[in-house]
Structure formats: C-alpha cells, structure tokens
C-alpha cells in the first residue's frame, strides 16, 4: 500500500485531516456553547485596591452577601480572604440569572461550586465576577481550591439554593442565610 | 518499491540553488498556516463570539467587542452590575506606600523617640510588657511585625479600637509617627521575631486546633496565621508569649462582637466558632514568658 | 542497509560517567518525590496519616512539585541529551568540564532550593503563587538549576552547529535534531519564568519591593506553563520515534512527520500558557479564546506522533509476521522494556489527552479547573506517559554505560506493569471527584460534610494507586542497581537508533535546523503574549502586598 | 544468561529473508491497521469528549 515516501506523506496528510475534522468538531462545540448559551470564561478588566479594599464602596463589610440591586439584578458580593469567605453562607435564588462578584484583600483564592460551573480565580487586584443560573436547589459546597497559605483546607463557604418562590428579599434588597432561606 | 538508500557519505551536498528550492515551500507554507491560525483564531475571538453575544446584555457592536479585549469590564453577553453601595469601613487603616516605606524603614531616631517618651513607660524599651503580676496587662510587642504594631496604633487612632490608656496616646500621634514607632519596636525586638515557633504544650485536641483547625467547623489552624512569616494576613500578631488574660479578653471580646477592628471579621467568626473553654485553653495555650 | 559507519571506535562512552551522574540523581529524587506523595494521598484520605499538619502537608506538596516537576526532569533531560549527542552524531562532546560544571551548578541550586523547602521556609509550591514569598534561597536555588540547564541547551545547540559544519548537506540525525529542538523550545521557555522571579518575586522575596503585581506574575508564570510540560514531554517522544522502531524490530514510519512533530511542538507550545488562566479575570475573553485555538493545533502533533508510532508498530509486527488488521500488535516484541513502555504510554496517554482536551476548551475548562481532574491530567501525561519512557530508557541506555546486560527483564517488565497499574488506579478516581468538584491543594477533607461524604473511599482507592507507583519506584532503583552489581558483562558501548522507511536523504533547511522556527516562534509569541504582558503597563493594575511565608 | 533490554543489531529478528524484502512485504499492508487502530482510538477520545460536554457540561448550565 503505502510503499514509496509519497505515499507515506500522503497517508499522514489523510491522518492530518481527520485530526482537523475532530478538532473542528470540539471548536464547534465551544462556539456553540459560547454563542448560544452564553459560556464564556470568567474575564473581568475591574480593578479594585487590595490595599485599601475594606474602604471601598462596594466591598464594605455591610454591603457583602445577596442583594437584588435597584436594576434587578441579584448579585452575591463575596470576600475571599485569608483563611476564610466573607459572608461564609450566601442565598441564591433557583432558575434566575445571578452574578456573584469577589475579590480578595491579601493573595490569590478561587472557588469552585460544587456540581456546578460556577468556577473562577480570584485575584488581589481585579474583581472577579462569574454570571450563572442555577437549577438544582439545596445547599452547594464553595471551596478555596487555590493554594492561598497554611489554612487553606479550611476555607470554604456554603451556597444556598432556594426555589423562586422562597426568595424574599428584605426591604434594603438584603438575602441572608441566617434571616431568610 | 521502496527507494535504494544510497551511500550517503560519497554523496556532495545540494548546491545552494537546490537547496533554496527545496526550503521555500515549507517558508511559506509554514508561515501562511501560523498567520492563518492567528487571523482565524483571532477573528472568532474578538469578532464574532461578541457579536454572538452582545444581545444578551445590550451592547453596540463597539463595547462588545471592547470587553471581549478587555478594554471594558465586564462579560459581552451579560449587563454589568452597578455598585449603589457606600463605604462603612470596620477600620480605616491603609497600606499605602508611603506608610509601607516607613514600617520597613526599622529602628529610626524618630521611632526610638517616641518609643522612648510614649511607650516605654509600659510596652519597655525592647516592647516587653512592664506590667508582670499577676499576669501582664499590657500587651508584649516584642517579636511583632511593623505591620500588626501599626494597625493596632492606626486603629485606636481612628476609634476603629477603644481602650482607655491607648486611645488617647494613639490620638496625640500622627499617622506617620505611628508607623515609625512600630517600626522601631518591630526592629528594636528581632531577637523575638522566631517566638511564634516555640513548642508549646497542651492537650491534643488543644494543639490540634492550634496546628491544624478544624475543617469541620471551618476553623483555619490559629498558627497558619499568628506566627511572624507565616503567610497570613500582614497584619497579624504574633500571639505566642502573650499574657493568658490579654489573649482570653480579645478572644472574647472578638466573639462577642464588643472588639470588630478585624477586617472583613476574621477574628469575629474565628472566635465565634470556638466555646469558651476553648477560647480558655487556647489562651494558656499561647501563654509564655519572653 | 548496513548501519553508518561508526566515525569513532568507541571503547567506552565518553560521556557514560556524565549521564549517570544526571540521571542517579533525577532517580534519588524521584523516588523520594514518590514517597512524598504516598503520603499526601494518606493525609487527604479518611484514615489517619502521621505527621499531619498543614504546615507539613504544603512543604511535602512543595517539595514533591518542585522535585518532580524541576529536578528529576532537569537532570534527566540533561543526562540524556549528552547521551544522544554523544551516540547519534558519534563526535565527543564540545565541552565535557563545561558539562560537569553545569552539573555541580544544578546540585547546588538543588540543595539550596531544598533546604529551604524542608526547613519550612518555602512551602509555595512548585507553582509560586506571588504575592506569598519564601525564602529567597529557595528561588535563587531554582535559578541555578535553571542556569544550569541553559548551560546543557548551549552545549547542545553547539554539538549540532560543530557536526553540522563537518557534514554539509547531511540530515542532522533525528534522535540529536529532537534533543536540540526541545534546548531551543526550553531556552524560549524559560524566559517567562525567570523574569517573574528575577525582576519581581526575589527582589519581593528579599524585602527590596513591598508590593507586587500579580496579573503580571500569574501571565510570566503562565508563559513558561505550558511548555515546560513539553519539555518534560520530548525525551519520551525522542524514545517513541528513535527507539522505539528498532526495539519492536521495524523502522520508523517517517522520519520527515517526526520533524515535524518537534518543530511544531516548538511553536505551539508557546503561545499557549493562557489557557492556565482562563478562569482568571485579567486577560480578556478573547486573548484566551486566541490561546485556546492555538492551544488546539498543538494537539495535532500528537495526533501526528500516535499514528507515525502506531504505523511504525505496524511495520515492525509485520515484519515479524504479524497478519491481518490487528495481527501485528500481537506480533511485537513485547518482552522488550522499551515496546512495553511505549504500549503503556500510549495508553495513558489517551486517558491524559482526553483530560486535557477538556481542559482546553475554553469555557468548558470551568467545569473541572482547580479539581482534582486536573491532577489526573497531568499525572497521567507527567508521571504516565513521561516517566515511565524515562525508565524504558534508562532500561534501554544502561547497558550500553554499564557494560553489562540484565541478567532477566522479567523484574523490568514487572516495575513497567505496576507503575501503569499504579497510575491507572490512582488516577481513575481523581477523574470521577474531579468532576463532583473535589478541589485541589488541601491538606485534609472533612469527610463528616455530607456533600463528600461518598468521597472518602474513592480517595482511599487511589491512595491504593500511589502505594503500588511508590512500589514500582522503589523496584526500578532495585532493578538498575542490580544491573551494575550483577549485570551480565559484553554489552556494546553504544545504541543504534531506529531508521526510517525511507531514510531522508536530503532535507529543506526548516527540517534541519530552528533558524525559520525562531523567527516564527517570536512573531507568534509577540500575537499571543505582547498585550496580554503590555496591558500591566499600559494601565497597571493595584499591586498586592507581599505576604511572606518563610 | 544476558537478555539484552535493547537489540544490539539492526538485524536481530530477521527470518531468513532479506530485511528488506521483509520490510517492502510489511510496508505492502501498512498502515491500513495503524489507520484502524488510531481511528478507534481518537473516535473514542471524540465519545468521551462530546458524552462530558452533553451529559456533564451543558446541563450544569451557563457561566460567564
């Protein structure tokens, strides 16, 4: 069959497209995902002071947790710091877009959800920002998974999943797991 | 039938005309599939995934494409949060570079000064606590880094921390001055600087907490932070060789939010977690003498 | 055809003393890694590992990663460079002291780095993470380690220059034109890695800057990311297209492909190192999308490599009267280390491969970044398909340094089985919890929360994994050890490597040298890499204070 | 008794033909079962990709 180099190179050129069939099909994919479902990687050219970070507007102490802010949308602000998540146990409304925003004061974290792919790093420096929906309700696992110094293995926080119908925000458009959910 | 290798020691190389021949299709077939990798990778890049994506969040053209080169913030495909917040900061401390050359400016003429007229009285001359029996009520600040001397001195400054003795002295102080008194007694002590590593001991489930927290509860080691160089929060005290007392009134005072200077409470929850007899143990724990 | 005549009589290998060197001490600190690691796994499982502490579990990861990932391949790499130069172009080395200087310097950094690390200074991981900082000396360790491989590239670029010069015209063998296209790709590297620690993490490191950029670290690191797996990749690709032919008895399929293979490993492995950032908010969206297309056609010279190799099989078991579709993979010598190795390689490498497709794919790499998917991924490539070609290598190089020949290669087929069972049964499992979401780098899981409750056997399983791989080091120390105490002497001083179907006669100066590839490699790194860098610049980003851990 | 880990000689498992005239018979048939083998191989590489894409990826839903 392939007995002359000719033939070598061409049976290797019929290789080289199938290899560019499959890797079309996987671009495909990603373009569809991306495209019609809104899949994109948790890009966000924010900056915010890690330095001064605890005086800033929206990232003060009072102002962290679920919110359904005055446009409507329902946005989770959450401190990852060392070794610990600021607030540690957040409410989410089911089948609603979300966005939840974090940075961090000290050095690098990220956090994953479990089940999910909510999943971003979080630097000192930038806010970090991931747009979701959620469909499964009940209480979802949120831990550090970059290495951000010796207690890390501790630091994780809840996320809690309520259906849309037992989401109710205060009158401030506060959600919080100890008072609601 | 495959080619009769030839014996290639005898064989002269090409000339440099067949040579040149035989290289420039793979010159230009190499560089025509790099630049077309790029123009194609780039193209559905910053062209037309934004475009796709624009709808969703109601975006010309312009800003889409801006935000997918990141020259905006924000994703293409979904509205950007709008901040409606304002700020009520636990504690006002800031480490801005001016501060920052100051603590790392160590033992200065203006540091001892001030060390010498203000705090010696009580905190010593090498930041040993003055006040021994029964156990000492002022703090040790010897061993502690710039950073933690500061962001006490700034906070009771500020009346982000209240105490009756140092409220007063902090508030006669200027910024600047209290970096460099920290600076001083960070320096001036270096000898203690390694008191965070000393053994300790106590019950296993006591050492246990102090060495390794508890993941359950979600409770950091106290010494992945409270030893100098331990990668924790720059403004953390050292807590080893501190009076049993003083550890156990700002646990308590931590847990019981009365104390709430700890950014983003940190030590609230920390302290929150743990049970009184915990908070009671721990403090023995980190008890010593310098 | 007859074999090429030998320009040299070589009695003994010039540089046999040198090669051992290098790889003795890549193997001593693999094994160590090795039991390191075992211990991890114990420390993450439900049961009760001694020493557990979280300061003792990062300087154990630390020290795992770094030895691993910067010493154990160094070194190898290294030795068996000088192997290949001295036996492929059959000329002894330009410098032999400049080799054994560069050798000394790599120790030094290597004690200096791991000092730092066992005296708990410098538990960072191999990965860094700015603003945390170790100690200096650890960073300065790994300089040197680096130097001294950049003293290995030279000396190799200049044995193929010198032997160039002295056969005009001809073909640079293929075993040596690999070897000097991974110094080239290394020296492109490692450009990355040594601006993040020279301009910003050891000036930090040493208390001169109080602050860091972070963005600016991440992006440097992520430059040096990707390829130095590709680094660590080529002996065993290397092995697969010049080795791994004759050991099946057959010739490789093409020689030209395996060309092609290195050359566009050079240029795809570059420009690529976003797509380690992907879930971070500082490049744009559509920088990673371009990474990740480019990240795409660096698959194909994998793609290229399986079907040249397989091909390659295909032609050896035919030739050994192997029939039919499927006849000749059974027909192949399997009984020989270095056909075993590359069968096995293969294998987990498509188990490493599909991972990694994933992994690429842009958004979708938010499903398991961070999870102990990611793990898998790379131990199968890393720890799968690299390492156990290191020691079918060794396998295969060692009588020829040694003089002597295996007195049985029952005990080496055995240390190859369980290191791929080994691998098999520890990844597996990393798969499956990475999926569920189990995240990486923690020292311990509290098994008591019911969300991963069902986690705990599963780690059990591939702690089970990492007991069979530490096993499996431990034999093959064993094995090369009684190979010099008990090896049958007459073993020949030298290999041959596998030829070609049709053995190029006279090839375009692209397949014979990097000068076009250099050129391309700037042009694309300039694309992918000029404003992603020049951002930080242009509009610089917060710093970061530096917390300091050591 | 030695077994060499590697073949010493170019020739070492030669039948009696010629090496060649075994290589020009195996180059006859090759690389139709190389072909088969890879395509089996990168086809179930393709199942595994699109099966976590459809069953694992698009059902956890959109981030961005």
């Given at each position: ?181 | ?228 160089n331990?990668g ?59 | ?57 990062f300087r154990?990861v630390t020290l795992?990663g770094v030895s691993?990932g910067y010493v ?36 030094v950094g290597t004690l200096m780095a791991a000092l730092s690390v066992v005296s708990g200074n410098a538990s960072v991981l191999f990965t860094f993470y700015p603003?945390l900082t170790a100690t200096p000396w650890f960073y300065i360790g790994l300089v040197l380690v680096v ?46 890695v040594?601006?993040e620690l020279l301009?910003q993490v050891i000036p930090a490191a040493f208390g ?338 530096v917390?300091r851990l050591g | ?64």
């Amino acid at each position: 069959m392939a007995l002359s180099e000719e033939a070598v190179l061409k049976s290797e050129l019929r290789w080289a497209a199938i290899v560019a069939v499959i890797v079309g099909i996987i671009l495909i994919a990603i373009l569809y995902a991306a495209i019609a479902m809104h899949v994109n990687p948790p890009s966000n050219a924010e900056y915010i002071d890690p330095k001064t970070l605890h005086l800033s507007a929206e990232f003060t102490e009072s102002n962290l947790g679920t919110r359904v802010d005055p446009d409507g949308q329902v946005v989770a602000r959450v401190i990852a710091t060392q070794f610990e998540f600021v607030p540690n146990c957040f409410v989410l409304p089911a089948d609603r877009d979300v966005t939840i925003r974090l940075t961090s004061p000290d050095v690098i974290h990220g956090i994953l959800v479990t089940g999910t792919n909510v999943n971003t790093m979080i630097m000192p420096g930038w806010v970090s920002q991931v747009h979701t929906v959620f469909h499964k309700t009940g209480d979802l696992l949120m831990p550090c998974h970059e290495f951000c110094g010796l207690g890390h293995s501790q630091m994780m926080a809840t996320v809690r999943v309520v259906p849309p119908q037992d989401f109710h925000p205060g009158p401030d458009g506060r959600v919080s797991c100890d008072n609601r959910g | 039938m495959a080619k009769t290798p030839r014996k290639r020691d005898t064989r002269p190389a090409g000339t440099a005309a067949e040579q040149s021949a035989l290289d420039r299709p793979w010159r230009i077939r190499a560089a025509g599939v790099v630049a077309s990798a790029v123009l194609v990778g780039g193209l559905i890049g910053f062209v037309i995934i934004p475009a796709g994506q624009k709808e969703n969040a109601h975006l010309s053209m312009g800003h889409a494409m801006a935000r997918a080169a990141g020259l905006e913030a924000g994703s293409p495909a979904v509205p950007q949060p709008v901040n409606t917040a304002t700020s009520v900061p636990v504690s006002t401390v800031s480490w801005d570079p001016a501060i920052m050359r100051i603590l790392a400016s160590g033992n200065t003429a203006r540091g001892a000064q001030i060390a010498a007229q203000t705090c010696a009285a009580c905190h010593g001359d090498k930041g040993l606590s003055q006040s021994m029996a029964p156990g000492p009520i002022f703090p040790s600040l010897a061993g502690q880094s710039p950073y933690a001397i500061y962001k006490q001195l700034h906070d009771f400054r500020s009346g982000a921390r209240v105490n009756q003795q140092m409220t007063p002295i902090a508030q006669m102080l200027q910024v600047e001055d209290l970096a460099a008194v920290a600076a001083y007694y960070s320096a001036a002590s270096k000898e203690y600087a390694a008191i965070g590593r000393r053994e300790l001991l106590g019950d296993p489930d006591i050492e246990r907490l102090a060495n390794e927290g508890d993941s359950h509860r979600r409770l950091p080691a106290c010494l992945a932070c409270h030893v100098n160089n331990a990668g924790g929060p720059i403004e953390t005290p050292v807590i080893t060789g501190q009076g049993k007392d003083y550890i156990l009134a700002q646990l308590n005072a931590f847990a019981s939010g009365q104390r709430k200077n700890d950014v983003y409470g940190r030590m609230r929850d920390v302290a929150g977690k743990l049970t009184p007899a915990e908070r009671a143990a721990l403090a023995r724990y980190f008890e010593g003498t310098l | 055809m007859a074999a090429r005549p030998r320009r040299r009589d070589a009695a003994a290998l010039e540089t046999g003393r040198l090669v051992m060197a290098h790889i003795w001490v890549a193997i001593a600190v693999f094994a160590l890694a090795c039991l390191l690691g075992v211990w991890q796994m114990w420390a993450r499982s439900p049961l009760n590992a001694p020493y557990h502490t979280a300061a003792n579990y990062f300087r154990s990861v630390t020290l795992h990663g770094v030895s691993m990932g910067y010493v154990l391949t160094t070194f190898f790499i290294m030795g068996f460079g000088y192997y290949v130069a001295e036996t492929s172009l059959r000329r002894p080395l330009p410098s032999l002291a400049l080799a054994w200087g560069s050798f000394w310097l790599g120790i030094v950094g290597t004690l200096m780095a791991a000092l730092s690390v066992v005296s708990g200074n410098a538990s960072v991981l191999f990965t860094f993470y700015p603003p945390l900082t170790a100690t200096p000396w650890f960073y300065i360790g790994l300089v040197l380690v680096v130097v001294a491989s950049w003293i290995w590239c030279l000396i190799m670029i200049f044995a193929m220059r010198t032997w160039k010069a002295e056969n005009p015209g001809e073909p640079v063998p293929l075993a040596m034109f690999a070897t000097v296209a991974n110094a080239v790709m290394w020296l492109w590297t490692t450009v990355g890695v040594a601006a993040e620690l020279l301009f910003q993490v050891i000036p930090a490191a040493f208390g001169w800057t109080q602050t860091v950029d972070v963005g600016l670290s991440r992006t440097l690191f992520s430059w040096t990311l990707h390829a130095i797996v590709y680094f660590w990749l080529f002996p065993s690709y290397i092995a697969f297209y010049t080795m791994f032919p004759r050991a099946a008895g057959g010739r490789l399929y093409s020689d030209t492909m395996g060309r092609l293979a290195f050359v566009l490993f050079i240029i795809y492995s570059l420009p690529v190192g976003l797509h380690h950032l992907f879930m971070d908010p500082e490049h744009s969206n559509g920088f990673k999308f371009l990474q990740m297309f480019l990240t795409a056609l660096v698959s194909v010279p994998t793609f290229l490599t399986i079907f040249t190799i397989t091909a390659s099989a295909e032609v050896a078991g035919r030739m050994r009267g192997g029939k039919g579709l499927f006849g000749w993979i059974g027909a192949l010598p399997w009984e020989r280390p270095m056909v075993l190795a590359t069968g096995l390689a293969f294998f987990m490498l498509f188990w490493g491969g599909g991972g990694g497709l994933i992994n690429m794919s842009y958004g979708m790499n938010a499903m398991i970044h961070n999870t102990s998917w990611v793990t898998a991924h790379f131990h199968l490539i890393f720890g799968g398909t690299v390492v156990i070609m290191y020691q079918a290598i060794c396998y295969s190089i060692w009588p020829s340094i040694t003089r002597r020949d295996f007195a049985s290669l029952k005990p080496l087929r055995l240390q190859l089985w369980l290191w791929f069972i080994g691998m098999m049964v520890m990844t597996l499992p990393w798969h499956w919890l990475g999926l569920q979401g189990q995240w990486r780098r923690v020292a311990a899981f509290d098994y008591s929360n019911p969300l991963i409750h069902s986690w705990g056997p599963w780690v059990i399983v591939s702690l089970v994994g990492g007991i069979i791989l530490a096993l499996s080091a431990l034999l093959f120390i064993y094995n090369l050890a009684m190979l010099h105490r008990r090896g049958v002497a007459g073993a020949p001083a030298s290999i041959e490597y596998a030829q070609a179907v049709h053995p190029p006669e006279r090839v375009p100066s692209s397949l014979n040298g990097f000068g076009l590839w250099n050129i391309i490699v700037a042009v694309l790194m300039l694309l992918a890499y000029g404003w992603p860098i020049a951002q930080f610049f242009v509009s610089p980003p917060p710093q970061a204070v530096v917390h300091r851990l050591g | 008794m030695a077994e060499p880990s590697y073949p010493a000689g170019p020739h070492d498992y030669s039948s009696g033909k010629a090496e060649l005239e075994q290589l020009e018979a195996a180059m006859d048939e090759t690389p139709r079962g190389a072909i088969v083998v890879s395509l089996i191989a990168v086809g179930l590489l393709m199942i595994g990709w699109l099966g976590l894409y459809f069953l694992v990826f698009i059902p956890r839903g959109s981030v961005g």
